[in-house]
């Protein structure tokens, strides 16, 4: 992906919100591509929801600059901004039907009737939930409200739309499939979507690019894989996925360089104790305290004789727990799986 | 702990039974005194029934004008507590300001006041004022403790509807009056109904503020209480006690389905 060709619809610069003495985003910096699917992702409470809201135009920034396509915003408006929103709640209007619901945005901006019932189907179309119109919101199941909320957020054509947790109410299952269906509306109709979840997975299988926020502040952005495998702080490491954090003395005594390390669990690879090293690989050796079977793969706790533990998972290739509990174990991993983080919090 | 399935204990049963017939007894007595064939007395039971006192209270001029007045005021005291509490609830709901704890627990003040404070005050300003004591002396009375009804049931109705509605609507492009128009407005309509009616039948059969606001009018309640002063009226009046009780009884009754049904 060449950045520099693409045109950038949203650009917060030294973006700061403060409620009293709350930080709630702070000097937030970001810049997102015409029809990326980028994901703010982070705890509750890290800013990522009040983001949304100040591109969405709901909360003013206490300083700094938004742009929406190389223009201005702060102090627009949200009726004048060219973003649309789905909330965490759906926020449907309980007293209109969901032809009413998703026309709303034509209705307001008094697009003729006939043109708005087409339109509005093709919503529905898009949807999948066709013949649905007349319902009213409490007639539908979650999934059904959130498909209504994505129509009538889409219907006026916005060029970015912005996204508040909007699986966070639905079961697992349905989550899952919402989330495939999403992206690949977002793939149709090519418009950048901005989307805030607290969880790591669901960013790293929609996202084009994510922003780890943490404490109001960008932690990291990168791709899926980059923030996976390339944590860059110590809070990235460890929210994303799971992470064992080497430092100190310990961590120059295994990687060879001072520090502060992550390492991926599963990149770890459990060896018997005699077993040669080949070059470019890291080992330590120890004892293995606790095996938890997780079924698709086995999660081990070993603790090193330096006096640090490790966790390691293997995948239950072919016959499962191997490993028993309290027998002496090497470790070895690549060199590069040391990934350097900062040692902040 | 839900116990709907289980019927009450017959001792219950009874002290519910008495504490109805207390608070409603009277009520009987005004509704059964309204029909009796005599005069000046209360016998009971009454010797007859008659309905010849509905017929006597159409040719009393006076009656029809205390009605006629107790409507207007109560009319023109609702709107006028429409209007200013709706508004009222909007900006304590919206705005976060110092002394917004106060400044709503003002407007409530006036209800949980006795009357007689309210008529004392309002008085002693009009006369201030320099107004002259009359229809809008009163009107302006009722208003106070009208607009309360209001402002109470508008603002509850608005703390139960999400905040995000509201947005939605604003993102959606609606500007800031389509976004009453359209969703506000019906949100908070029950409510507002429900507030009116309420504040129409708290000024209908309002006396005590009334008689510090008023200057030579009688309405309603206080034609009703100068009549008692001639005992050969009796039945009439009992008459016009039917009026009121239906006046302001079937807008309770409204509002309270109003308010009862949830806006989901």
């Known amino acids: 992906m060449t950045s520099t060709t693409r045109t950038v619809a949203v650009k917060l610069s030294e973006v700061c919100r403060f409620f009293g003495d709350v930080k709630a985003v702070d000097h937030v910096n970001l810049e997102l591509f015409d029809g990326e699917f980028f994901s703010l992702l982070g705890p509750s409470g890290s800013g990522k929801t009040t983001c949304l809201r100040l591109i969405a135009g709901f909360e003013q920034p206490t300083s700094g600059s938004i742009q929406l396509h190389g223009v201005e915003v702060s102090g627009v408006p949200p009726y004048d901004r060219d973003v649309n929103t789905v909330f965490q709640d759906y926020a449907l209007f309980p007293h209109m039907n969901v032809g009413q619901n998703i026309g709303y945005g034509l209705m307001v901006k008094n697009v003729p009737k006939a043109e708005r019932e087409t339109r509005v189907q093709d919503m529905l179309d898009l949807v999948r939930l066709p013949g649905m119109a007349n319902r009213k919101p409490s007639q539908l199941s979650g999934g059904q409200r959130q498909r209504v909320a994505l129509a009538r957020a889409l219907i006026n054509h916005p060029r970015v739309l912005l996204l508040d947790e909007p699986l966070g109410a639905l079961d697992l299952k349905l989550r899952q499939e919402m989330q495939i269906e999403l992206k690949s509306i977002q793939q149709r109709i090519g418009i950048t979507f901005v989307f805030v979840t607290h969880d790591q997975e669901e960013a790293l299988t929609m996202s084009d690019r994510i922003a780890v926020f943490n404490l109001g502040k960008i932690e990291q952005i990168g791709t899926p894989s980059e923030i996976y495998e390339r944590p860059t702080t110590r809070f990235v490491a460890g929210f994303v996925g799971t992470s064992n954090i080497l430092s100190g003395k310990i961590a120059e005594i295994l990687t060879g360089s001072p520090g502060t390390f992550a390492i991926r669990p599963e990149k770890i690879r459990i060896v018997d104790v005699g077993a040669p090293l080949a070059d470019g690989m890291c080992s330590a050796e120890g004892k293995i305290r606790d095996v938890i079977y997780l079924g698709m793969h086995t999660r081990y706790l070993v603790e090193l004789e330096g006096g640090a533990d490790l966790t390691v998972v293997e995948q239950n290739l072919e016959t499962s727990a191997v490993n028993a509990r309290g027998s002496r174990v090497k470790l070895v991993w690549h060199t590069s799986s040391n990934r350097p983080i900062s040692a902040g919090a | ?264």
Not at chain 2, 18 to 43: D, Q
Not at chain 2, 99 to 114: D, H, K, N, T
Not at chain 2, 187 to 211: K, P, Q, R
């Open chain 2, 1 to 264: 702990m839900m116990r709907s399935e289980t019927t009450a204990p017959l001792g219950l049963k009874i002290a519910t039974g008495m504490v109805l017939l207390f608070l409603h007894f009277p009520l009987l007595i005004v509704v059964l005194y309204a029909f009796t064939t005599e005069e000046a007395s209360f016998t009971f039971p009454p010797p007859g029934l008659t309905t010849q006192w509905f017929g006597e209270i159409l040719d009393r001029q006076d009656f029809w004008e205390a009605l006629g007045l107790s409507l207007r005021i109560a009319v023109v005291a609702t709107l006028i507590a429409l209007i200013l509490g709706t508004i009222t609830a909007a900006a304590i709901y919206r705005s976060k300001f110092f002394g917004r704890e106060a400044f709503s627990l003002m407007v409530i003040l006036p209800i949980a006041l006795p009357g007689i404070v309210t008529g004392i005050a309002l008085r002693s300003a009009i006369g201030l004022s320099g107004l002259t004591f009359g229809y809008w002396t009163i009107v302006i009375g009722h208003a106070t403790f009208c607009v309360v009804t209001v402002y109470n049931n508008v603002i509850a109705r608005l703390r139960r509807t999400s905040q995000s509605q509201i947005e939605a609507s604003m993102d959606l492009g609606a500007s800031t009056f389509q976004t009453f128009r359209y969703i506000i407005l019906p949100n908070i309509a029950t409510a507002l109904l429900a507030g009116g009616m309420l504040a129409f039948a708290l000024s209908f059969d309002e006396i005590i503020v009334t008689t510090f606001t008023a200057g030579q009018q009688q309405t309603l309640p206080i034609w009703i209480f100068s009549q008692l002063s001639r005992p050969r009226d009796r039945p009439v009046t009992n008459v016009a006690a039917l009026f009121v009780i239906a006046a302001t009884f079937i807008p309770i009754l409204i509002a309270y389905r109003f308010t009862r049904d949830t806006v989901e």
